[in-house]
């Protein structure tokens, strides 16, 4: 009797992939793709400026768990390796993508990383059979010779170890940018109709910046593409660069500046208060670049109109260590909610204005946004008289807000 065929696939022959059927003969099919696009999901309870709507471009849905998904199968693919070892300095992201690609092909890899970068990423690489060499640096170093790229350039460069290493060089490579320009940015077009009037993104190795903004700008030069970075550059946002300040020769070559219609400058605080408050308002669990790049748009919207896409390079999963720190050492980090009272008029928004005051608890924050005189000056005469904490600023001429400690 004849052996059953039970492959799906005839291994001679190219077969072409139907995505909704969802069988695949190898997991690198599965990294996005104009056909397989990543998810946009809008915000609906953190942002309550429905005059610029704002969707989240979620990349945890690559099959390794984040953006640099698109790119390592690129840059792999067209890697010369021979019988060598693929090495690439990495805060982890590029690293795990790498590795998995690797052990799918049959590749040996090392990965330099960050001795700073979360404990999880570092037991993912472990787990993935990747040599991890830690190097003493920041997250995302300045120059090409500092921490892990630095480690990975001499063993490329160096006579003793150049024959039995290689790297793909995401930081230099142009095939990082071609991945999001062929796919990333065709993705965000399609999904959004063409509707889509800010870009906003991470500065990091640059190349999803760079990528996506020359395809939307090729399809239409209005809209505006918007560049997060740390406001320090010593700061807990792994994948981050700050740009700014830099000479022209350590900014990543891949970067074109010319896509770029503005720079926004993000804290710490304000990133990983933004990641939570994102998963506790809409159900979001996402890393602490996604809170920074998402607090660039949410300050966007306060004074523009329009549809805007923000790019989420990962999950929150990854930097559990980095949250627990966070919430255990400043816990009032997610305490100020806002509620935006605009549309109503006063008597009505003191009214509900005074329902969130009461319910707060002791030591609580609120930030209540009101869109006229009289229900300032009514609510702010309440306060006064119960003798609460509370600042005052203005956004434009019809948004003023409150922020009060009870």
């Not at 397989?36 to 690559?62: A, S």
């Not at 981050?240 to 993000?266: F, H, N, Q």
């Not at 702010?380 to 019809?398: Q, S, V, W, Y």
Request: charge should be negative; proline fraction near 6%.
């Amino acid at each position: 009797m004849a052996k059953k065929d039970t492959d799906l696939y005839d291994g001679t022959k190219d077969v072409e992939l139907d995505h909704t059927l969802r069988v695949y003969s190898n997991i690198t099919q599965l990294i996005a793709s104009p056909e397989n696009p990543t998810p946009l999901v809008r915000l609906n309870r953190l942002n309550p400026n429905r005059g610029f709507q704002i969707y989240l471009k979620l990349e945890r849905y690559n099959p390794f768990g984040s953006v640099k998904d698109r790119i390592v199968h690129r840059m792999l693919s067209a890697l010369d390796i021979g019988d060598r070892t693929v090495v690439e300095p990495s805060s982890g992201n590029t690293g795990i993508a790498l590795a998995c690609v690797a052990n799918a092909w049959g590749i040996p890899v090392e990965i330099a990383v960050p001795e700073g970068i979360p404990d999880e990423k570092k037991t993912m690489l472990r787990f993935l059979g990747a040599k991890v060499r830690e190097a003493d640096d920041a997250l995302c170093p300045a120059f090409p010779s500092e921490g892990a790229r630095g480690l990975v350039n001499a063993l490329v460069k160096s006579p003793a170890t150049s024959g039995g290493y290689v790297s793909p060089n995401q930081y230099e490579s142009e095939l990082n940018v071609l991945a999001h320009y062929q796919t990333t940015g065709p993705e965000i077009w399609k999904q959004t109709r063409g509707k889509v009037d800010y870009f906003f993104a991470g500065f990091g190795t640059c190349g999803t910046i760079t990528g996506v903004g020359r395809y939307l700008k090729e399809q239409n030069p209005a809209i505006k593409i918007i560049g997060v970075e740390p406001s320090s550059s010593d700061h807990k946002l792994p994948g981050m660069k700050r740009i700014t300040g830099l000479d022209a020769e350590y900014i990543p070559r891949i970067l074109d500046t010319s896509v770029i219609d503005d720079i926004v400058e993000v804290t710490d605080d304000e990133a990983y208060r933004t990641a939570i408050g994102l998963a506790r308002k809409d159900g979001i669990p996402v890393g602490p670049t996604t809170g920074a790049v998402l607090h660039a748009a949410l300050h966007y919207a306060r004074s523009n109109e329009g549809l805007a896409v923000v790019i989420s390079p990962d999950d929150a999963f990854k930097y559990a260590s980095f949250y627990r720190d966070i919430l255990e050492t400043a816990p009032g980090v997610v305490d100020t909610t806002e509620y935006d009272l605009c549309d109503l008029v006063c008597p009505l928004s003191k009214i509900k204005a005074l329902d969130v005051i009461d319910g707060l608890d002791e030591g609580g924050k609120a930030r209540i946004v009101l869109g006229d005189r009289d229900s300032l000056k009514s609510v702010a005469k309440e306060l006064k008289a119960r003798g609460l904490i509370t600042a005052f600023e203005t956004e434009g001429e019809n948004r003023f807000i409150l922020t009060i400690t009870k």
